[in-house]
C-alpha cells in the first residue's frame, strides 16, 4: 500500500494546454525541462502528444535523452548553454541546442544539424546580446538558424520591459541575412497577459501544470498535480504539551494530533510548520508544530481522523481544494519551486486522460 505518494492528472494537463494554445493562436513548444517541472518529463510530454505540439523544449542533454529513449520523435529543443563537450551526444539524441556562443556555433554548424539562435534581449542569462547579431552576420550567412528566440524576464508582470525586449528581438532579426522560419519568444505567463502570439510558436510551462503566470488572468489552469498520505499514528496530547522540533506548538487543550509520513524531504517545505494547512475529508486540518524531514503532525481534533486515512496536503477533496497558489503564498515561494521540489520519494501516480473527470 502506498502511503504518500502525488498524483498528476493528465488530463487536467492537456486541457490546460488546449486552453493556452488556443489563446496563443501558433502551434506550442512545451517545455518539460526538469523533469516535467517535476511531474514526469517522459510521461507529460506522452500525454501532449495528443494535442500535435511542434515539439519540446527540455534543458540539458540528459533530458532531451530521456524523452528520445521513451519514443518521443518530434524536434527537442535544449535551452541551456551547451559545451563543445557536449556536441556529440546532441548530435546523437537529434537534440536541437538553443546557441548564443559565436564559437559553439562554429563548432556545431560543422555538423550540419539543425539549431536554435538565442538572442539575449534582457535577461542576461543565456544567448546572443541582440545588438551582437549584426557583428556576426558573416557567420549566419554561412548557416543560417532554424529557428531563432528570446525569453522575457518579466512576461506576467510588466509589459514595458516585454516591449523593449521585443523592439531588441525585432533588431537582432533585422540583423540577420535572412528571415528565419521559426521565431518563438513567449513563456506561458506572455501569452496569458498578451494574444495571440506574434511569432511562430509559444513555450508554455507553468500553465500546463496547474499554475497560473499572474493573478487576475484571462485564463485559470486547473490543478494538475496533489499530494497525498496517510495517516499513520494518532495521539492524544494534553494541555501544556508540545509539538516537534523546538516546541513551537503548544496544545492550550487536551489535542488530537496525527502523523503523516511526509516532510521537507518529499517537497512539503519547511516553511509550512505552524501555518500548512491540508484536507482531511474535504475539512481544514493545521500542521502542528514544525514540519520534520520525513514526517508533519497536523491538529485533527475537530474531526473522526483515524489510522490509514487519506490527508491532502496539496490538491483537491470534498469539493475544498490546498490550491497551488495556496500552499506557495503560504511558505512564500513560486510555484515553480513547489512542483519541482516534489522529491522522488513520493512515487507519481497518473491519471490518464481518459480515466479523468471532466
Ligand atoms: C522555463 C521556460 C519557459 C516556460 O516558462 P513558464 O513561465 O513556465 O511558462 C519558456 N522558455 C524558456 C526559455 C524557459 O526556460
Redesign the pocket.
Known amino acids: 500500500m502506498t502511503r504518500a505518494w502525488v498524483e498528476v492528472d493528465l488530463g487536467a494537463l492537456c486541457r490546460n494546454g488546449a486552453a493556452i494554445a488556443a489563446r496563443a493562436g501558433v502551434p506550442m513548444l512545451p517545455?518539460v525541462?526538469?523533469n516535467g517541472?517535476g511531474l514526469g518529463g517522459l510521461r507529460v510530454a506522452l500525454a501532449l502528444e495528443a494535442l500535435d505540439p511542434w515539439g519540446f523544449?527540455v534543458?540539458s542533454v540528459h533530458e532531451g535523452d530521456v524523452l528520445r529513449r521513451g519514443g518521443i520523435t518530434r524536434p527537442i529543443v535544449v535551452?541551456?548553454p551547451i559545451l563543445q563537450t557536449e556536441i556529440d551526444a546532441l548530435r546523437r539524441a537529434q537534440l536541437i541546442p538553443?546557441l548564443g556562443d559565436p564559437a559553439v556555433i562554429e563548432s556545431w554548424i560543422r555538423t550540419g544539424h539543425p539549431w536554435h539562435l538565442?538572442i539575449d534581449t534582457g535577461m542576461s542569462r543565456?544567448g546572443m546580446p541582440w545588438h551582437l547579431v549584426a557583428h556576426h552576420r558573416d557567420l549566419f550567412a554561412r548557416a543560417m538558424p532554424d529557428g531563432v528566440?528570446t525569453?522575457f524576464h518579466s512576461?506576467?508582470s510588466d509589459d514595458e520591459s516585454r516591449d523593449l525586449q521585443e523592439r531588441r528581438f525585432a533588431e537582432g532579426l533585422a540583423a540577420l541575412p535572412a528571415r528565419p522560419s521559426l521565431m518563438?519568444a513567449?513563456?506561458?505567463?506572455?501569452i496569458e497577459r498578451r494574444a495571440p502570439s506574434r511569432w511562430s510558436l509559444f513555450?508554455?510551462?507553468?500553465?500546463?501544470?496547474g499554475?497560473a503566470?499572474f493573478e487576475g488572468g484571462p485564463l485559470q489552469p486547473e490543478p494538475v498535480a496533489s499530494m497525498r498520505a496517510r495517516i499513520v499514528e494518532i495521539r492524544p496530547v494534553a494541555t501544556g504539551e508540545t509539538v516537534s522540533y523546538d516546541a513551537t506548538w503548544t496544545a492550550d487543550s487536551p489535542r488530537r494530533i496525527a502523523t503523516v509520513p511526509v516532510g521537507y524531504a518529499d517537497g512539503y517545505r519547511r516553511a509550512l510548520s505552524n501555518k500548512g494547512v491540508a484536507l482531511l475529508r474535504g475539512k481544514r486540518i493545521p500542521v502542528a508544530g514544525r514540519v520534520t524531514m520525513d514526517m508533519t503532525m497536523f491538529d485533527v481534533t475537530d474531526t473522526d481522523a483515524a489510522l490509514g486515512d487519506v490527508v491532502t496536503l496539496l490538491g483537491s477533496d470534498g469539493g475544498d481544494a490546498i490550491t497551488l497558489a495556496e500552499m506557495s503564498a503560504t511558505c512564500d515561494v513560486s510555484p515553480?519551486e513547489i512542483l519541482t521540489g516534489l522529491q522522488t520519494r513520493l512515487p507519481r501516480q497518473y491519471c490518464e486522460p481518459s480515466e479523468a473527470t471532466a
Not at 186 to 190: H, K, L, M, R, T
Open positions: 517545455m525541462k526538469a517541472y523544449g534543458a535551452f541551456t538553443a538565442h543565456a528566440l525569453h512576461a506576467g518563438h513567449e513563456n506561458g505567463p506572455a513555450r508554455p510551462g507553468i500553465f500546463l501544470y499554475g503566470g515553480y
